[in-house]
């Protein structure tokens, strides 16, 4: 269960990428059984289905017009209905694909950033979409044409976050969510399973059954998954040495972060740094 995507596995060296999926949810896809992460944008418009997001641990009613975006570092889960029939675009863009203004125009908005599109901007929007599939998918695209249609779908987002983004939160009763974020936010300390029970108001000998049951994975895995991702965002951003990311995300030692780092990713941190700037 691969929890942290890179654009390299994803965009391959493009720009951009985009696809259209539709059919019934399954653990396949779009419901998956862990949250995920990645280091690129990445932007669905929700055609037909229902359901619910949980973006960063807030859950989001999933309907037709439902439109989020992804920033580097935001972590979701989908749990669409299985007897609904989804329909939607999965936009994915590099960090340069769209330009860093308007991004920050959209980061003035309290994040995460979800809309639900009305009936003509869902249609403006669903067109441009086609367009650029076609382009892309025909060969006929370059790009500039690709960086102009990112920023015009995102300046749609833009647009209904500065008019009326109009947000429904589902009700939802599942402790794992809270367990989930919980460890989202102190990933970087030493978390045990004694403090992860008082948030779900559960025993501590249940709380690890009732997290893998939830997960498919042990809390130790799980919380390890999460800190390996963190250092490798802050390998590919930042110039903090590998000691320095090492204790910054809760690993003791760099030589801790070295072993599990080449354990999940076949590199070391240096390798990957590497790599990662070679690529930008």
């Not at 696809?19 to 944008?41: L, Q, T, V």
């Not at 309907?63 to 979701?76: A, E, N, Q, R």
């Not at 042990?218 to 390998?235: P, S, V």
């Amino acid at each position: 269960m691969k929890q942290f995507q890179t654009q390299f596995q994803f965009l391959k060296g493009k720009m951009i990428a985009l696809d259209k999926s539709k059919g019934y949810p399954s653990n396949h896809y779009p419901n998956s059984d862990i949250y995920c992460y990645h280091d690129f944008y990445e932007m669905e418009l929700f055609l037909s289905g229902e359901g619910t997001h949980f973006l960063n641990g807030t859950p989001y009613l999933v309907k037709p017009g439902y439109l989020y975006l992804l920033y580097p570092g935001d972590y979701h889960y989908m749990q669409l209905t299985t007897h609904t029939a989804f329909n939607l675009w999965n936009l994915k863009m590099s960090v340069d694909a769209p330009s860093a203004e308007l991004m920050a125009e959209i980061r003035k908005h309290p994040g995460p950033y979800c809309v639900y599109l009305e009936e003509g901007l869902l249609d403006f929007l669903n067109r441009e979409l086609i367009f650029l599939y076609d382009c892309l998918h025909n060969g006929t695209w370059n790009p500039a044409m690709t960086k102009n249609s990112a920023e015009r779908i995102c300046t749609v987002l833009l647009y209904e976050l500065e008019r009326n983004p109009c947000i429904e939160y589902p009700k939802v009763n599942d402790q794992i969510w809270k367990i989930l974020d919980y460890i989202q936010k102190k990933y970087s300390t030493p978390i045990t399973l004694t403090e992860l029970a008082a948030i779900a108001e559960m025993s501590e000998n249940y709380v690890g059954i009732y997290f893998k049951t939830h997960t498919g994975m042990r809390f130790t895995d799980y919380l390890n998954q999460t800190r390996l991702f963190h250092a490798a965002m802050l390998l590919k951003e930042t110039y903090l040495t590998v000691k320095e990311i090492a204790y910054r995300v809760g690993y003791g030692s760099p030589e801790y972060l070295t072993r599990q780092f080449n354990t999940a990713f076949g590199t070391s941190p240096t390798e990957f740094r590497k790599s990662a700037q070679s690529c930008s």
